[in-house]
């Protein structure tokens, strides 16, 4: 007798060589990938009804937690956002005249003081990629309905801030600091695959925010200055947007817009202080022109 009971479908199928011998260490067997498949979908949590009105658009909504608004789309066309981009612009603008050749610049979430050179610290905001994360979910994740669960595609900055993370899987009541390598152990879930089915970028770290404060501190001496060079994943990176990244491009450039529409000379030139606008919303240029460019280059040059 070489046959089993399926643990999703309950069909019985002709077992592998593998699966018969160890029927009895792993009660848990598939007739098919898509039987696998179907099982690890059942087991995600299902949302919470718990309803509130959005103050944008009236409509009913459910969230897993307390939250304002109904989506972010709301959320960006509210008036409280709007206060929020006023008051960040006019930081934004003290800040800009403070800037010289070496400076010293506050980290816009945590205050820590960033010191570097004068081109560099116009564009750098955040002092690590942490503080970057925090920074977004205070300003849009706060007030956003989204649950932490894979299938709601919003809040990821919100969720990896927590100080412990909660695993997705249903019945699962474990907390800890590196939840990849919990789902992979425990759950049989690859790291990449999980990803893909929450929607992170392939590059994310899915760890606490204490664990990456941690990691971060750690000197760069020995291996860590020479990494090992990474498997190539051009073939399957491209074919993949995660909807981290998609949620990251949308703030960024919803703050990028109101600066410039509120203020259109945002920038201001390093070399002769004067306001100018650029030709894109995400430009990057520090000087109005060729000759002030030109010359502060010939005054710095080292």
Not at 12 to 20: H, P
Not at 103 to 109: A, E, G, R
Not at 225 to 243: D, E, F, M
Request: proline share 5%.
């Amino acid at each position: 007798m070489t046959h089993l009971i399926c643990s999703q479908c309950a069909c019985q199928f002709l077992a592998t060589k593998s699966q018969w011998d160890h029927r009895h260490e792993r009660p848990i067997n598939y007739c098919s990938s898509a039987c696998r498949s179907a099982a690890r979908k059942a087991r995600i949590k299902p949302p919470s009804r718990s309803s509130s009105p959005c103050p944008t658009c009236g409509k009913f909504f459910h969230s897993k937690t307390a939250k304002t608004f109904c989506g972010l789309d709301c959320y960006l066309k509210s008036e409280q956002i709007k206060k929020m981009q006023r008051s960040n612009m006019e930081k934004g603008h003290e800040t800009r005249k403070k800037v010289s050749i070496d400076v010293s610049k506050p980290c816009l979430n945590c205050g820590a003081e960033m010191v570097g050179k004068k081109g560099r610290l116009a564009v750098k905001k955040y002092c690590s990629h942490l503080c970057y994360r925090e920074y977004m979910a205070k300003r849009f994740d706060r007030w956003v309905a989204s649950p932490e669960q894979i299938s709601i595609p919003q809040n990821y900055d919100e969720f990896l801030t927590q100080a412990e993370l909660p695993c997705l899987i249903e019945g699962c009541s474990w907390r800890g600091h590196f939840l990849s390598l919990h789902l992979n152990q425990a759950h049989g879930i690859s790291s990449e695959e999980f990803k893909r089915l929450a929607g992170f970028n392939l590059s994310s770290g899915i760890v606490s925010s204490t664990t990456s404060k941690n990691l971060s501190r750690r000197p760069t001496i020995g291996i860590a200055l020479n990494p090992p060079t990474p498997k190539s994943t051009a073939n399957t990176v491209r074919k993949y947007r995660s909807k981290e990244s998609e949620e990251h491009a949308k703030k960024a450039l919803h703050l990028r817009k109101k600066e410039v529409e509120e203020n259109p000379y945002a920038k201001t030139c390093l070399e002769c202080g004067k306001g100018f606008t650029t030709e894109s919303l995400t430009g990057r240029a520090f000087y109005c022109s060729v000759d002030c460019r030109n010359s502060f280059y010939r005054k710095n040059r080292s």
